[in-house]
């Protein structure tokens, strides 16, 4: 790189630390930071510590930065803000490549104000940093194609740790690897598919050995994605049921306008960007095609948008080239067009902070001032020597939550989980995950449903616990303007009929 081109780096590169470290996380939010906390305490995918698939080198990366912060949350979140500065130089390194340092520095621009970016720079969760590895790997095997493999050998060691992060960016990302390597000539593939299988392995065989096997492994992500991602997935379902693909189509579009804001309509506004011939038009969908199609044909939430991350270094390259012809085309003065520039940089910044979405800081910093008064009210009403906690598997406020914020107390997962040896009760206590075979016994005397709530009828799941128990089981305690719902432990076999057993 030039010496301008590395000022461009630093400058972006530090914006990107600073404004992530004052608006980072201060305890984990998603159910999914909790996971990985407990996996880097004590790494087991099939007590989801983390979830399947593992995220492995994810783990193993906090691992080594808690030499600097002992604090597993705090080493998680200076992951995500390390790979944010990466990012943004990658990112600008591959528009720069593409159409030239003005659109370079667009497209860094907007990675620097992207609402879920900057959320994601912020926050214990991996998908900032497997957007890292995508545009890694990526700018690696635009090399390949336009040198005939020349990186093959250190794009496919990317890779390797591409999917060491996060499993699914190999199903993302090979296939752009081994379009990028059609014209290496076969020895040189050769050598580098054995050096992405030996890098995989490196992996690989730690993690299923840290997970009590392959047998057991695969087991628990099996399990994940019957419950999760493989839900109404069938044979012939894409065919027949047009529906959930419309609806995920939908939250791919919705993902992006949250990515990109001000920025987003500039495809329909502006024709395709000088530059952006058939070879990179033909990569950019090679890169994007495989993760679009999975997130609109199999799986997509909308309370996880991070998802489409791994899809975006392209996209805002392209971005940025179209955001560069129209600077470069305004009649206004420079300080005309720096001015609107800075007004959509405003509006994108606003859109992180003010808007009613799970990822903006004011939903943030409202989530932390409930969590404060969640942990208050319990603790006042149930004392953990005789009382469990029953949680729900939600995102926000669930089971692994009661689990993170009250160790004292023995916390339960409803429903039970179907395995196949049975129901199997997930619970946690003093940080660690347990699989109970049964409702457990003990000195308990009653249990309480979590999340306390100003009204139980502001959560669907407590609305639908409360319907499983008869007339006058349950009764409810105010607690500091929340409601404690709370009841006998000898009635919790209603909400576990296949793995109850009545308490002594």
């Given at each position: 790189m030039s010496s301008r081109t590395t000022k461009d780096c630093a400058w972006l590169a530090l914006a990107v630390a600073v404004s992530r470290y004052l608006f980072r996380t201060e305890s984990p939010y998603l159910l999914d930071s909790i996971n990985f906390i407990l996996g880097v305490n004590e790494f087991d995918p099939t007590r989801h510590q983390p979830h399947p698939p593992g995220y492995y080198l994810y783990i193993q990366g906090a691992r080594l930065l808690?030499?600097?912060?002992?604090?597993?949350?705090?080493?998680?979140?200076?992951?995500?803000?390390?790979?944010?500065?990466g990012t943004v130089v990658l990112v600008y390194l591959l528009s720069l490549q593409w159409f030239g340092r003005r659109a370079a520095l667009f497209s860094g621009l907007l990675f620097v104000a992207s609402p879920l970016c900057w959320f994601h720079g912020g926050v214990a969760l991996v998908y900032i940093v497997e957007m890292f590895f995508s545009a890694l790997v990526g700018l690696l095997c635009w090399r390949n194609a336009e040198s005939r493999g020349k990186s093959a050998f250190s794009s496919a060691v990317a890779l390797g740790l591409a999917a060491g992060v996060r499993q699914s960016s190999i199903v993302f990302l090979g296939p752009l690897w081994l379009f990028?390597?059609?014209?290496?000539?076969?020895?040189?593939?050769?050598?580098?598919?054995?050096l992405l299988a030996a890098a995989l392995l490196a992996w690989m065989l730690p993690m299923a050995a840290a997970s009590g096997g392959v047998a057991q492994y695969w087991d628990a992500l099996a399990g994940l994605w019957n419950r999760a991602a493989g839900q109404?997935?069938?044979?012939?379902?894409?065919?027949?049921?047009?529906?959930?693909?419309?609806?995920?189509?939908?939250?791919?579009?919705?993902?992006?306008?949250?990515?990109?804001?001000?920025?987003?309509?500039?495809?329909?506004?502006?024709?395709?960007?000088?530059?952006?011939?058939?070879?990179?038009?033909l990569f950019a969908a090679v890169w994007?095609?495989?993760?679009?199609?999975?997130?609109?044909?199999?799986?997509?939430?909308?309370?996880?948008?991070?998802?489409?991350?791994?899809?975006?270094?392209?996209?805002?390259?392209f971005l940025g080239a179209q955001a560069a012809e129209w600077f470069e085309e305004s009649q206004s003065a420079g300080r005309g067009r720096l001015a609107v520039v800075g007004v959509f940089v405003a509006l994108n910044i606003a859109a992180f902070l003010f808007t009613p979405t799970y990822f903006s800081y004011s939903h943030v910093r409202t989530d932390a001032r409930e969590t404060i008064g969640i942990e208050r009210a319990l603790r006042g009403a149930a004392p953990p020597e005789n009382t469990l906690i029953v949680?729900?598997?939600?995102?926000?406020?669930?089971?692994?939550?009661?689990?993170?914020?009250?160790?004292?107390?023995?916390?339960?997962?409803?429903?039970?989980?179907?395995?196949?040896?049975?129901v199997r009760i997930v619970a946690m206590r003093q940080g660690n995950?347990?699989?109970?075979?049964?409702?457990?016994?003990?000195?308990?005397?009653?249990?309480?449903?979590?999340?306390?709530?100003?009204?139980?009828?502001?959560?669907?799941?407590?609305?639908?616990?409360r319907e499983a128990f008869p007339p006058g089981a349950l009764r409810v305690e105010k607690v500091g303007g929340y409601e404690v719902v709370t009841g006998s432990i000898r009635d919790l076999h209603y909400l576990f009929p296949e793995a109850a057993r009545m308490p002594e």
């Open positions: 808690q030499f600097v912060w002992s604090d597993p949350h705090t080493a998680l979140v200076a992951l995500s803000i390390l790979a944010s500065c990028s390597l059609r014209r290496a000539g076969a020895a040189r593939i050769a050598a580098a598919c054995a109404g997935l069938t044979a012939g379902s894409i065919a027949s049921k047009m529906w959930p693909v419309v609806s995920r189509a939908l939250c791919v579009a919705v993902v992006y306008v949250l990515i990109f804001a001000t920025a987003a309509p500039l495809p329909l506004m502006r024709p395709m960007p000088g530059g952006f011939d058939s070879p990179k038009r994007i095609a495989p993760g679009l199609l999975f997130f609109v044909l199999i799986f997509m939430r909308l309370i996880n948008g991070g998802y489409l991350l791994v899809l975006i270094p392209p996209v805002m390259a949680g729900f598997d939600d995102h926000m406020h669930g089971a692994r939550h009661a689990g993170y914020y009250f160790p004292e107390y023995l916390s339960i997962e409803c429903p039970g989980a179907v395995t196949e040896r049975g995950t347990e699989i109970l075979q049964s409702l457990p016994a003990g000195p308990y005397q009653r249990f309480v449903l979590f999340p306390p709530r100003p009204s139980p009828a502001d959560s669907p799941n407590l609305s639908t616990a």
